[in-house]
């Protein structure tokens, strides 16, 4: 079955624009979490949705958003975009949420450059 | 923050074995142990998760200490492609993955 699709792969903006990246979950999975990936700080994350509803976040500012779609689509937005923004953002899908025993599995990412 | 501590990069020869130690000595116990990799230009991917028994796949071996305070990735037989960065996450219910900065692993031809 396709894997989690992630678009665009490969964008650039400015500072004080805005970005939307999308997700695409595995068919059949219900719960997307979004990632920040930069060489200095890894990857770190940034939260997560299960049925439309945000179940975690992790520790970024409020210009970092997201929202889920009935079908388990999801977007991620970034408002006022900085330099430091620049990094990759990874999506990953899994069947439910929170089970110890579950696992993540991870789109090629959306790699973001912020001029 | 990360609670699982890992070397920074090890190095091995195609077609040896590796192993790849982490130590997390705080680990509850009902956290698992997860193990991901990730390739170059890629997000990353499973490898194989454990709870006390060692376990094994199609892809490594998974080998756990008696008290859980450490655990060892295996890789029976590295070939290049296993040139990636492998991070070792512990995982209770209801909680999100925190990935560490991980051991890099090259493999040497």
């Known amino acids: 079955k396709a894997g989690v699709t992630q678009t665009p792969r490969y964008l650039i903006k400015t500072r004080g624009q805005q970005v939307t990246l999308s997700c695409s979950p595995i068919?059949?999975?219900?719960?997307v979490s979004w990632y920040q990936q930069t060489p200095g700080q890894g990857l770190q994350f940034l939260f997560e949705?299960?049925?439309?509803?945000?179940?975690n976040k992790g520790n970024f500012p409020g210009r970092f958003s997201g929202r889920q779609f009935s079908n388990s689509r999801s977007e991620m937005n970034v408002s006022t975009l900085e330099l430091g923004d620049s990094a990759l953002y990874l999506c990953a899908s899994s069947l439910d949420r929170g089970r110890a025993t579950g696992e993540l599995f991870f789109g090629e990412g959306s790699r973001l450059t912020v001029l | 923050d990360a609670k699982t501590t890992q070397p920074n990069s090890m190095e091995s020869n195609e077609e040896e074995p590796v192993h790849l130690p982490c130590n997390h000595s705080t680990i509850s116990g009902t956290d698992y142990i997860h193990w991901y990799r990730q390739l170059p230009s890629q997000g990353p991917e499973y490898v194989i998760h454990?709870?006390?028994s060692n376990v094994n796949n199609r892809m490594a071996s998974l080998a756990i200490a008696e008290d859980r305070k450490s655990s060892t990735l295996i890789l029976h037989r590295a070939t290049l492609r296993d040139a990636a960065v492998y991070y070792c996450i512990l995982r209770d219910h209801g909680q999100n993955f925190v990935f560490g900065p991980g051991t890099r692993l090259s493999v040497l031809p």
């Open positions: 949705y299960f049925s439309e509803t945000q179940r």
């Open positions: 068919s059949g999975h219900r719960s």
């Open positions: 454990g709870l006390t």
